[in-house]
């Protein structure tokens, strides 16, 4: 799945993401179930708000992490459309 840049993502009904202080993980939440998000899959998660596109998203995490921008474009799209493909994420 190709997902373009000018996608506004957004966790679909029922999920969520939501930081486990306890356990000091960010959970993405789904009826019955949590998944344990990884550091990176979390820093792109906590930016999906429903209003944010792939495009910015993308360019806050490189300037923030000081990344190449298609290094960056690469893991997102990545992780966006896995979740997509889950179902948690809209793309």
Request: aromatic share 4%; charged share 25%.
């Amino acid at each position: 799945m190709s997902i373009a840049e000018d996608s506004i993502p957004g966790f679909t009904r029922g999920h969520r993401l939501q930081q486990d202080r306890v356990r000091d993980v960010w959970l993405i939440q789904a009826p019955e179930k949590a998944f344990i998000a990884d550091p990176v899959a979390a820093a792109i998660l906590r930016l999906v708000d429903g209003k944010r596109s792939l495009g910015t998203i993308i360019d806050l995490l490189a300037e923030t992490y000081q990344a190449p921008r298609d290094r960056i474009a690469a893991d997102v799209k990545t992780l966006v459309a896995s979740l997509a493909e889950q179902k948690i994420l809209s793309p």
